[in-house]
């Protein structure tokens, strides 16, 4: 029962499972109407997730996790790497965002993540010159701080860094990505003397995505008709293969024993036909149970492997140039409130986790098609409107909403608009063809949601004279 406290010393009968030893999770904020820091500091102590990984080192979601005990990876955006290749910013940036954190009851940062995926394809090498750079100046100001023990500094590398060539496409072929070897060579050196592990995301999902002739269930963890054999190992799915593949690329590098993390891994639940709540339970049972019995891959067995899960929160103002999937990789909703059953013990004991408590909604109002319109020549442009300012990725072919009639389509379109714009009177009129309602025009499948209250989402920071007063008190109190 490693992993579980009882604390029958504490409460008569009732005792409660930790997570999977090194289980964290991602902690993304691009949405209209976050949830405030201090609703989802609450929500992670409750289901007793106690890592989390940021997308820079925000102030209020510093302030919330003061205190919390919850192990933090830090971030400095690809935006700010170039900046950060001057030593004097990059020692101003450790003094503000790590040394300014580190009290007791402050916050534990552990790694500070140095950009974020800079060598993705995508971005036609932009990066490639100013991270390693950025990464040895944060590296030394950690140190030149005292916190080079205690406080990595690494860089979350998607996958696409490596690959294994087509005509031998398995993980033992495994080598750095051509364009990048010698930028990937110095900065895995440099991992190897800073002791900091090399971060990977891995998406057995994207596997999936826009491929369908991969094998659904090499994307799973429950076995699959179709193994790849490889110098004597069989893989049974992606992830394993994946992950192998850098190992193996590390290996050509002469350090195949370089730590890994992966920094993120998961599944989301709507926006393609194989986005779907179902798929994500699947996925998330098999490698929660196999992180429990750090089962490791095959090149590296039996070992244990920190990950965090990508992500906590749907985030509906993500881009959605990869696809209409990235708005929805939550384990919970935009509200916090759980989606499908999971056991994050890795115990298989699946059940809804503990949702996010106190959050305030805005009121129970929704906007609709109005079916008494005349005029529907403007129909589409409208709908067109209200998705270009709003999120209708559920809409999508094979997504939740897909199903609704013209009708419905136009509503599910107006009401997100109407929520986006915080239930503002003016934006459920869309030139006559919608009006407002207070019944929920929901149907099994498809939510339409009520967005966050405004005044939650402001800042959470005590104002600095209730620091005083509390300093003031302490002091007297000693
Ligand atoms: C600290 O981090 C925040 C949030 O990422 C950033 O906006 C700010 O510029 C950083 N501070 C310094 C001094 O670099
Ligand atoms: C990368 O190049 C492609 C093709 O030339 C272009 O469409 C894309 O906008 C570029 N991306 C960036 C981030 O520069
Ligand atoms: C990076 O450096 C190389 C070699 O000095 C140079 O050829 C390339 O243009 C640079 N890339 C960028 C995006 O600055
Ligand atoms: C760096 O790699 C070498 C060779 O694998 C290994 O012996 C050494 O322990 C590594 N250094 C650290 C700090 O892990
Ligand atoms: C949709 O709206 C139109 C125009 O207002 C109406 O004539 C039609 O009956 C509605 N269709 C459904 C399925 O509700
Ligand atoms: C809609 O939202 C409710 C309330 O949070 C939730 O219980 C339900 O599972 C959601 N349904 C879908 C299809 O997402």
Redesign the pocket.
């Known amino acids: 029962m490693a992993g579980c406290h009882f604390l029958i010393w504490l409460i008569s009968i009732g005792f409660y499972c930790s997570m999977v030893g090194g289980l964290g999770v991602n902690w993304g904020t691009l949405a209209t109407h976050p949830l405030p820091p201090k609703v989802v500091v609450q929500l992670l102590k409750d289901n007793g997730i106690n890592k989390v990984k940021l997308f820079d080192a925000n102030a209020n979601m510093m302030s919330a996790l003061a205190g919390s005990g919850i192990e933090v990876m830090i971030a400095i955006p690809n935006n700010q790497l170039a900046a950060m290749n001057d030593y004097d910013t990059a020692k101003k940036w450790v003094d503000k965002n790590v040394t300014r954190y580190h009290f007791d009851g402050g916050v534990k940062i552990t790694y500070v993540a140095v950009g974020n995926e800079p060598f993705l394809k995508s971005y036609n090498g932009s990066f490639l010159n100013v991270t390693f750079p950025a990464l040895e100046n944060i590296q030394n100001a950690l140190n030149e701080a005292g916190f080079g023990d205690t406080i990595k500094a690494t860089v979350p590398l998607n996958a696409d860094v490596y690959d294994s060539p087509a005509s031998n496409a398995v993980p033992s072929a495994g080598r750095f990505r051509s364009d990048i070897h010698g930028a990937m060579t110095q900065m895995v ?1 440099f ?5 900091a592990p090399f971060t990977v995301n891995i998406y057995p999902f994207l596997s999936l995505y826009g491929n369908d002739n991969f094998p659904l269930d090499f994307a799973f963890f429950d076995g699959t008709s179709q193994p790849v054999i490889d110098n004597g190992h069989t893989y049974t799915n992606v992830f394993d293969a994946n992950f192998d593949t850098l190992v193996s690329a590390l290996k050509d590098v ?6 890994i993390i992966v920094g993120e891994v998961g599944w989301p639940t709507d926006g393609d036909k194989n986005a779907k709540a179902s798929y994500a339970q699947r996925f998330y049972n098999g490698l929660l149970k196999r992180l429990a019995a750090n089962q490791g891959t095959p090149l590296r067995p039996n070992q244990y492997l920190e990950v965090h899960l990508f992500g906590l929160l749907d985030e509906d103002a993500k881009s959605v140039a990869p696809g209409s999937f990235e708005r929805h990789w939550g384990i919970f909703r935009y509200d916090g409130q759980p989606k499908f059953p999971v056991d994050l013990s890795g115990q298989g004991a699946n059940k809804m986790l503990v949702g996010a408590k106190n959050v305030e909604y805005l009121p129970q109002k929704w906007c609709v098609f109005n079916p008494d319109a005349k005029d529907l020549s403007k129909l589409a442009d409208n709908i067109n409107f209200a998705c270009t300012f709003s999120d209708c990725t559920s809409l999508g072919s094979g997504s939740t909403c897909s199903n609704l009639d013209a009708n419905g389509t136009a509503s599910y379109a107006f009401n997100m608009y109407f929520q986006a714009q915080n239930q503002d009177d003016t934006s459920c009129y869309f030139q006559g063809l919608a009006k407002g309602t207070t019944q929920d025009p929901s149907t099994a499948d498809c939510n339409f949601t009520i967005q966050i209250g405004t005044s939650a989402s402001t800042s959470s920071i005590p104002p600095l004279v209730t620091v005083f007063v509390s300093l003031l008190l302490a002091f007297f109190l000693l």
Do not use: D, I, Y
């Open positions: 050196q991992f190897n003397q800073t002791g002469g350090l195949g024993n370089l730590p």
